[in-house]
């Protein structure tokens, strides 16, 4: 026998989401997570209403949450050319201190079990797991999903091709006071080697969090000298970080981002989330992505665990469906990276979609999926 019918490995939002719609089918759930919540992440923080309805579904109660409304994009070059649009589906702007957090309750509400330490060794024993953490304790379960995120010690572990391959991409963040910046927008400003998104949070705070390559960041090696050599050379951003005041002591930083493709099993492991795959940040679509895909592996693990599906079956059933609802929006995420990241390039597509908003809001639903339907 097993100690628990499921055993996520991290608690991030796609960690979360499996957690508390399996538990909500009556498995019992173990949760391994590194960190006690709340705790503030590297992200964007601006989520797409597509999940919307799936979290209110399984009684997550987002209206609690003071999370502020978003429908308008604006979009603007190094050199300070933009463009703005109405965002088809629109979404959210929640800081992930509160948004983990609030499911993180949820699930502790549903009976989820949690652990904070860090697991170092997942096992595929016959026909169960085991599962290691840093102190030494074990947990057996039916079934393991890995939700750990972009990067672990794991991936080394499971012997997975991407971390073989150089990720040369690093996440700042940080949070500030600045009142004038539009509660309903979300800015994506280009800079050389990178891009930055700015939106607003719960708390009134703007969250701005971006995105570099490591190749334009060691030349200057700190986030203050970067921020007013390359960052501040693109107006919108100069103006933003001259007047803003930040409120946490630090940045935050993640490095070796990786945005190479990754199996969505390894050794029977259902991959969720950033551990299956990372969608380009511009896409802003990651965070939904995340809950989508815990949704499709609950749904065919709840098969399983009820008798009505076998190990084989909810393999190729998640691979296939994950394949499906993602391998479109990855690619497109993908292309519109590299043509955002070319200044030449990203000066003519900003003309392209200037003279047509259509054509923006177009290329905002390739990335996006639909309201998730319950
Ligand atoms: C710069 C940047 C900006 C972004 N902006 C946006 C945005 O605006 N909108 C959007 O939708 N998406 C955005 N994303 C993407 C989004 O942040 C991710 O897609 C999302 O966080 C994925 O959630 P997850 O649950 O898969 O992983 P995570 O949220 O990273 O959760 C993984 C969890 O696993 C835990 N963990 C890791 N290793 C272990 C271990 N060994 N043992 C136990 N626990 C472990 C971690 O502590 C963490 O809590 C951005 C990403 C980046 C890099």
């Given at each position: 026998?097993y100690?628990?019918d499921?055993?996520?490995?991290?608690?991030?939002?796609?960690?979360?989401t499996?957690?508390?719609h399996?538990?909500?089918?009556?498995?019992?759930?173990l949760?391994l997570?590194?960190k006690?919540?709340?705790?503030?992440?590297?992200?964007?923080?601006?989520?797409s209403n597509?999940?919307?309805?799936?979290?209110?579904?399984?009684?997550v109660?987002m209206?609690?949450?003071?999370?502020v409304?978003?429908?308008?994009?604006?979009?603007?070059?190094?050199s300070?050319?933009?463009?703005q649009?109405?965002?088809?589906l629109g979404g959210?702007?929640?800081s992930?201190y509160?948004?983990?957090?609030?499911?993180?309750?949820?699930?502790v509400?549903n009976?989820?079990k949690?652990v904070?330490?860090?697991?170092?060794?997942?096992e595929?024993k016959?026909?169960f797991?085991?599962?290691?953490t840093?102190?030494?304790?074990?947990f057996t379960s039916?079934v393991?999903?890995?939700a750990?995120?972009?990067?672990s010690?794991?991936?080394k572990r499971?012997?997975?091709?991407?971390?073989?391959?150089k990720?040369?991409?690093l996440?700042?963040?940080?949070?500030?006071?600045?009142?004038?910046?539009p509660?309903?927008q979300v800015?994506?400003?280009?800079f050389?080697?990178?891009?930055?998104g700015?939106s607003?949070?719960?708390?009134?705070?703007?969250n701005f969090?971006y995105l570099?390559?490591?190749?334009?960041?060691?030349?200057?090696?700190n986030?203050s000298?970067?921020?007013?050599?390359?960052?501040?050379?693109?107006?919108?951003?100069?103006?933003?970080?001259g007047?803003?005041?930040?409120?946490?002591n630090e940045p935050?930083?993640?490095a070796?981002?990786?945005?190479?493709?990754?199996k969505?099993i390894?050794?029977?492991?259902?991959?969720c989330?950033?551990?299956?795959?990372l969608?380009?940040?511009?896409c802003g679509?990651?965070?939904?992505?995340a809950?989508h895909?815990?949704?499709?592996a609950?749904?065919?693990?709840?098969h399983?665990l009820?008798?009505?599906?076998?190990?084989?079956?909810?393999?190729?059933?998640?691979?296939k469906?994950w394949?499906k609802?993602?391998?479109k929006?990855l690619?497109?995420?993908r292309?519109?990276?590299?043509?955002l990241?070319n200044?030449?390039m990203s000066n003519l597509a900003?003309r392209?979609?200037?003279t047509?908003?259509?054509l923006?809001?177009?290329?905002?639903r390739?990335?996006?999926?639909k309201?998730?339907?319950?």
């Amino acid at each position: 026998m097993y100690d628990y019918d499921v055993i996520i490995v991290g608690g991030g939002l796609a960690g979360l989401t499996a957690a508390i719609h399996l538990s909500q089918e009556k498995h019992s759930v173990l949760v391994l997570e590194k960190k006690t919540y709340p705790h503030h992440k590297v992200c964007g923080e601006y989520v797409s209403n597509e999940i919307i309805p799936y979290l209110n579904a399984l009684g997550v109660p987002m209206d609690s949450s003071k999370a502020v409304q978003i429908d308008n994009l604006t979009l603007s070059t190094v050199s300070g050319k933009w463009t703005q649009t109405q965002l088809p589906l629109g979404g959210i702007g929640i800081s992930r201190y509160s948004f983990d957090h609030l499911l993180h309750q949820r699930a502790v509400a549903n009976d989820v079990k949690f652990v904070f330490e860090s697991v170092t060794e997942i096992e595929f024993k016959a026909d169960f797991f085991e599962v290691s953490t840093e102190n030494d304790q074990t947990f057996t379960s039916k079934v393991t999903i890995g939700a750990y995120g972009k990067r672990s010690p794991i991936d080394k572990r499971l012997n997975r091709d991407f971390i073989k391959q150089k990720s040369g991409w690093l996440g700042v963040k940080s949070h500030y006071e600045f009142d004038e910046f539009p509660e309903n927008q979300v800015a994506l400003h280009n800079f050389k080697g990178g891009y930055g998104g700015l939106s607003k949070t719960e708390t009134g705070a703007v969250n701005f969090c971006y995105l570099a390559s490591y190749s334009s960041f060691q030349k200057l090696k700190n986030v203050s000298d970067f921020n007013e050599k390359v960052v501040s050379r693109n107006p919108f951003l100069n103006d933003f970080l001259g007047k803003a005041t930040p409120i946490f002591n630090e940045p935050l930083t993640i490095a070796q981002i990786s945005f190479q493709q990754k199996k969505s099993i390894e050794n029977h492991i259902l991959m969720c989330g950033d551990t299956a795959g990372l969608i380009h940040p511009l896409c802003g679509n990651g965070m939904a992505m995340a809950i989508h895909s815990a949704k499709i592996a609950s749904e065919q693990v709840n098969h399983f665990l009820k008798d009505t599906s076998n190990r084989k079956q909810l393999e190729t059933a998640y691979e296939k469906e994950w394949q499906k609802t993602f391998k479109k929006r990855l690619w497109m995420g993908r292309h519109l990276q590299s043509l955002l990241l070319n200044e030449e390039m990203s000066n003519l597509a900003l003309r392209a979609v200037t003279t047509s908003p259509a054509l923006l809001r177009k290329l905002v639903r390739q990335t996006h999926g639909k309201p998730i339907v319950c």
